[in-house]
């Protein structure tokens, strides 16, 4: 397998207001793919947030394709041998349609940079991680979508003989598909991340490229993208086609609509402790002030 290029580095000796001035310039070109330092967006620090172990986020891991079992994700994923290079087709409306790897993908969407995000699964625990990655505009932008363009949909990889679960789970619509509104995807908050902990994204993480969306559950931040698409017509979802009145298209974190499995109200702490921490949940897990204007003539108890 040809050698990773490291997309998610540790911090360098400058400090992060230096580089967040110089940041563009800094990281320019190609540069960003040679292994220069990868700095935090202070914008974006969480400062007042405890920072979950990364032991902890690198082993209890959603990841079906390898595994139901929180725990047993990591082992598998571990000997997964990552594609390489790794490549993701670009299609659907838009004249830019066609295969990328993924450093053309992270050339065209960076620079890199460091965010810290709060990440609310649907099953109510949560963590506080530091993703290195780019904002998904920045490649869209590049990419120019067609105006009828509404929706930008997403695929994860599969294949079933490196990913034992999708045969185990013949009736789950495999492969793991995603979708976001365009005006979703655009939100400055929405990252594609490379990087986790300042290291490259783990494959129990979604190596080498997954979305993340920190005010929505868990499950829209798919992993391991394979295929962008921009489309007129709202993508299907796996969630959404396997159990419809238990993931609705949009999934905005909101602690007054119960899953009909799990209150919201509320989240367990992913600390690592026999008794974990409890604590509310936030409106769009935190991020109301910034996205709640997206949704502002949308019903959130029908659209969840
Ligand atoms: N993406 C794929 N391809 N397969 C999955 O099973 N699980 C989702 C999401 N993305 C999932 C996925 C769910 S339910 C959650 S909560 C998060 O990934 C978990 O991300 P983490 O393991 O990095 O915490």
Known sequence: MAKRTDWGLPHSAITPEE????????????????????LPNPE???????LTKPELATSYNNFYEFS????????????????????????????????????????????????????????????VVPWTGFPLYQLITKLK??????????TSYANEKE?????????YPWPYTEGLRMDEAMHPLTLMATGLYGKPLPGQNGAPMRLVVPWKYGFKSIKSVVKIEFSAEQPKTLWNQLA???????????????HPRWSQASERVLDGKLFPTRIKTLKFNGYEKEVAGLYKDLDLKKNY
């Not at 580089?19 to 990868?38: C, D, E, I, P, S």
């Not at 979508?145 to 997403?154: L, M, N, R």
């Not at 990913?163 to 009736?171: D, E, L, S, W």
């Open 68 to 127: 139901l079992e929180k725990g047993g994700v990591k082992p598998l994923a571990e000997k997964w041998k990552i594609p390489s290079p790794w490549k993701v087709e670009v299609t659907g409306l838009t004249d830019a349609k066609r295969s990328y790897t993924l450093e053309e993908l992270v050339g065209l969407g960076g620079p890199l940079e460091e965010r810290v995000y709060r990440f609310r699964c649907v099953e109510a625990w949560s963590m």
């Open 19 to 38: 580089v967040y001035l110089n940041r563009r310039k800094f990281m320019q070109g190609t540069a960003l793919l040679a292994a220069t330092a990868v």
């Open 244 to 258: 419809p009145d238990e993931y609705g298209f949009y999934a905005n974190v909101n602690p007054e609509v119960a």
């Open 145 to 154: 979508p067609k105006k009828e363009a509404k929706y930008v949909a997403f």
């Open 163 to 171: 990913m034992p679960n999708i045969k185990a789970q013949p009736h």
């Open 44 to 50: 974006y620090a969480l400062k007042d947030a405890k």
